[in-house]
């Protein structure tokens, strides 16, 4: 396995955001002749990876946590040596980028909020163990917060938010990456018209498919608040919901409101009807995987994120996935084998399990909705944004070369007929994740097996939903308006 | 009917303004888009160290 | 207490402690003789730059200075009776800071000498500094041949006398407004004084002339300050002094009164801990050195001079001085405003008065939190001298060093143990 050249470096004392560091591995192992680049904090963790990865020297072995660790493996001397220079130039480059003046940026929230006084939100991306800290410091100090670290306890999260409600703030997340606030979409979102449609999601993508649908069906977003992954279950019992619902029945801009949750708690999901009842206004609720629950009158329950955002839009959304399907059929008489997902969203994956399921389609996932058959079934949904992908490497919505080896072994495999891909756009994104797509695509045949995407995204993306829409068409891939009319291509082809 | 001394209120009235700490990509992104975000370089408070940290956290710092 | 009442009753005491910064009045009010001024001071005792420490732990250049007062004080013949006497117990060792006073690099301080005289006229307090030597081969670098003793003689029978005359008969030189001044001219008070020493001079210039009759020797005392760019550093230690005395023993304030050095120790003051001193080894500073002398003859960090920086000046106020930055870096005006920045980050406030025309007339960073530096992992940057190592030589650079962060880190744990959360 570890043929080569390999090598270490320390950083004694060097400290740099884990996000950043993925980004220039990721760039040291693009060049030519390396096989392996890993710059990385020398903790216990990162060097149990060192060490799985065949890279853990003595060099890299005596690193401790705030020393960095820069580790390569090469084809030659020549290729490691370039792999250093490339690493040591990337990270003697400007900390915060993107200043060509030697601006200085303030160091704690007390000097932020000198130079800022009228901010009125936090976003925390620091590492878990230090997560909740600096999110308790950002509430104290009377700002809402977007907590996008992930690794925060969940008793820690629990006192966070009981301190926030205490404070009437919002505290959005851990693993909050996504939100769009009186127009400003901000962490992962979406270049979204402003409406009247408020999102209340404890995902991610989630809210950034259903409000993309309902943006390009012509409708638009008031505010589209994240709470957490966790908060609706029993640990957290909906406290930010419940906080956001609040606020969005105040809020006059709002009409509708869309919940976006996988299943949650039963004590919660009886909580949250209540509340519900008691609003003014008109909800849905996307909880992808849940039995149909009792609702008030003025809510109504969708099987997936398509559904949502057309009962958000009173029906106004396209019956397109026959669109996809005839365009799918008419290059395509019929996919033989099976349906290989593989998904940077990890509400797009639970979607295309809830159509699967629905279509009587037996799968396997790493990350099963409740009620997925666990079959021996070669249907495999897989969710690559989990934490098991990763571990020390960066998130594939961030760079979708993490996609690229599991695309190859599913283009190469026999037995695989369909293959089911996402493509989520907007802020944070990578630049052009079809692109990166569209290049693993080139060398194979187009013939076999299919390939179906979405788009999640719009065209005021720094993207341009169209330009990638066209990428991915002309490297033939069949692309459907959303990622449940995908997977209902998939299906429709399966069936024959 | 307006409560100006409602932090949710306020911030969904916008204009948002965002003191970012940690990665700066999501500063530069708001930036981009006309919205006032101040970017923190975050380090480990102490140098990580936790005897420190948590006397600092009792004392309020 | 709970954890939020603590935080409450901390930030309380920090913004009182600021407040009295705030509030000083310092003027410089005479020269006078040290034994005469210093409440205490006695024969055979021998004042000295940073925490305590006696003779056997004092690096070359102290023991030079220390040797050299003996001998100038006339308790010894010659230097090396003069050391003599001191390893035997023969003389008393203090810190100035237990005198109200300070001094530069070495910083010694006996009975004869001529102190500046800086009066915190709100608070009524008095505070001492030697005066400036000039450069090159001076005691406050350990220099103690004849050339020195015969300089300081001068200062203590001609200089002092007249220059202490004129600042009575001009009923003392206001100081505030001259640092501001000073500030917008490219000062930072601690290795560039240039704007306030001609500032101090147009000011005192009048009255001196009134004052001497003899044209010869006012010219020789117009000649020594207009030829010391570093005349002013000493008034401004004395005034540091004069504006941080008063901070002292605010119960629950975590505000630096009092940073220093003696050359193998540095030692920090908090206001809510009283008197003690919580040091930990000096460091050596980065920097530039004069033709033929390199890093290798460095002194370890030594001085009062830190009380500058205590106040807000010095390193803090870089940004007013690109040049000083260049000491260790580029010496870019970004630089510079970066070195200054930093320092926010470790401060309770800006000082309104004080303020940095690169930095859009922001304030300098002024009280020292003891929790933010330990917090932040930013120690202060302090501007200084560079010593010989060895005795007798001299400065031999300048640059920037920065105070060990053990000493932030023992008085923070003895700050928790006194607001009983420890």
């Known amino acids: 396995m570890s043929a080569g050249v390999a090598a270490t470096r320390t950083r004694a004392g060097f400290y740099l955001d884990s996000v950043a560091l993925m980004r220039i591995s990721q760039a040291v192992q693009d060049l030519a002749g390396v096989s392996a680049a890993f710059l990385t904090m020398g903790s216990p963790s990162n060097k149990e990876l060192l060490l799985d990865a065949g890279l853990l020297d003595a060099g890299a072995e005596a690193a401790g946590p705030n020393d960095l660790v820069i580790a390569v493996r090469a084809d030659d001397r020549d290729a490691l040596r370039a792999a250093f220079e490339t690493a040591e130039a990337a990270l003697s480059g400007p900390a915060t980028g993107g200043g060509e003046d030697s601006g200085w940026n303030p160091r704690s929230l007390e000097t932020g909020l000198r130079a800022l006084p009228a901010a009125n939100l936090a976003i925390v991306s620091v590492p878990g163990a230090f997560a909740a800290r600096e999110a308790r410091r950002a509430l104290e100090r009377g700002l809402n917060v977007m907590l996008f670290s992930d690794n925060v306890p969940v008793r820690e999260e629990v006192a966070l938010k009981a301190l926030a409600r205490e404070r009437g703030l919002l505290m959005m997340g851990p693993d909050c990456g996504t939100a769009i606030v009186a127009g400003a979409p901000i962490g992962f979102a979406n270049a979204v018209p402003r409406g009247d449609i408020g999102l209340v999601a404890a995902s991610g993508t989630g809210l950034q498919e259903v409000a993309c649908l309902i943006a390009r069906a012509g409708g638009g977003i008031s505010h589209g608040i994240g709470v957490g992954g966790r908060d609706l279950g029993a640990a957290v019992g909906g406290a930010m919901t419940l906080a956001a619902i609040d606020a969005l029945d105040r809020d006059e801009a709002t009409r509708r409101v869309v919940l976006i949750s996988k299943p949650p708690d039963p004590d919660t999901a009886r909580r949250i009807a209540d509340r519900i009842a008691a609003s003014p206004k008109r909800f849905t609720l996307c909880c992808i995987g849940m039995a149909p629950m009792d609702l008030p009158e003025n809510a109504r329950q969708a099987a997936t994120l398509r559904e949502a955002a057309e009962d958000a839009l009173k029906g106004a959304g396209g019956a397109e996935p026959g669109a996809t399907l005839r365009e799918a059929s008419r290059r395509f008489r019929h996919a033989k084998g099976s349906v290989r997902g593989l998904f940077s969203g990890g509400s797009l994956c639970a979607e295309a399990q809830a159509v699967l399921m629905a279509a009587g389609i037996a799968f396997v996932s790493n990350v099963p909705i409740p009620g997925a058959e666990d079959a021996s079934s070669g249907h495999r949904l897989i969710d690559l944004g989990a934490d098991e992908f990763t571990r020390g490497r960066p998130h594939p919505m961030i760079e979708p070369a993490v996609r690229d080896a599991p695309l190859k072994e599913a283009l190469a495999d026999p037995d695989v007929g369909v293959v089911l891909v996402d493509v989520v756009l907007g802020h944070g994104s990578h630049e052009d994740p079809a692109g990166r797509l569209a290049a693993v695509l080139a060398p194979h045949d187009r013939e076999a097996p299919v390939v179906i995407a979405s788009v999640c995204g719009t065209d005021r993306d720094p993207q341009n939903r169209a330009a990638q829409v066209e990428t991915l068409r002309e490297a033939g891939v069949v692309v459907a308006e959303s990622n449940a009319g995908a997977a209902e291509t998939a299906a429709a082809l399966l069936a024959g | ?61 | 207490m709970t954890k939020g009442d603590v935080a409450a009753a901390v930030e309380a005491a920090n913004a009182r402690a600021v407040e009295r910064m705030l509030a000083a009045d310092p003027v410089l009010v005479d020269v006078a003789v040290a034994g005469d001024a210093i409440a205490g001071l006695g024969d055979r005792t021998i004042l000295h730059a940073g925490p305590p420490i006696e003779w056997p732990d004092m690096c070359g250049p102290l023991k030079g200075a220390v040797a050299g007062a003996i001998v100038l004080e006339g308790w010894a013949a010659d230097l090396d009776e003069a050391a003599e006497l001191a390893a035997a117990g023969g003389v008393a060792f203090h810190p100035n800071h237990h005198f109200d006073a300070v001094g530069p690099m070495t910083g010694t301080i006996t009975r004869s000498m001529p102190v500046m005289v800086v009066e915190n006229r709100s608070f009524g307090n008095r505070a001492y500094c030697t005066l400036n030597e000039g450069l090159g081969k001076v005691m406050r670098f350990g220099g103690n041949d004849a050339e020195v003793l015969a300089r300081l003689r001068w200062l203590a029978e001609t200089f002092g006398p007249a220059f202490g005359a004129a600042l009575r008969e001009a009923g003392g030189t206001p100081l505030k407004a001259m640092i501001a001044r000073g500030l917008s001219m490219g000062d930072e008070m601690h290795q560039r004084n240039v704007g306030c020493t001609s500032l101090l001079l147009r000011a005192i210039a009048p009255v001196l002339a009134r004052a001497v009759d003899d044209r010869e020797r006012l010219a020789g005392l117009f000649e020594f300050i207009g030829g010391n760019d570093q005349f002013f550093l000493n008034v401004a230690m004395a005034m540091g002094k004069a504006i941080m005395d008063p901070v002292r023993g605010i119960e629950g304030s975590s505000v630096v009164t009092a940073m220093s050095r003696n050359g193998t120790t540095f030692g920090i003051r908090v206001s809510g801990l009283g008197d003690r001193w919580f040091t930990a080894p000096v460091e050596m500073p980065r920097g530039l050195y004069f033709p033929g002398f390199s890093e290798d003859d460095a002194n370890p960090d030594i001085g009062d001079s830190t009380i500058v920086e205590t106040i807000g000046l010095g390193g803090f106020a870089m940004a007013a001085s690109p040049a000083v930055a260049g000491f260790v870096g580029a010496g870019t005006a970004a630089e510079a405003l970066n070195y200054t920045r930093a320092m926010e980050e470790i401060t309770v406030a800006r000082n309104p008065e004080w303020t940095i025309p690169a930095l859009d007339f922001a304030g300098v960073p002024t009280g020292i939190d003891i929790r933010k530096v330990v917090a932040s992992g930013r120690t202060p940057t302090i501007n200084t001298g560079i010593a010989h190592r060895e005795a007798g030589i001299g400065q031999v650079g300048a640059g920037i060093v920065r105070a060990p962060m053990a000493c932030f880190e023992r008085a923070l744990e003895a700050f928790a143990a006194a607001m009983g959360v420890a």
């Open chain 2, 1 to 61: 009917m307006e409560d100006r001394k409602d932090p949710i209120q306020d911030l969904l009235d916008g204009p948002v303004a965002v003191i970012n700490i940690g990665l700066a990509q999501f500063a530069r992104t708001l930036e981009g888009q006309g919205v006032a975000a101040v970017q923190v370089d975050w380090c480990p408070p102490a140098g990580g160290d936790r005897r420190m940290i948590d006397l600092l956290d009792k004392l309020g710092a």
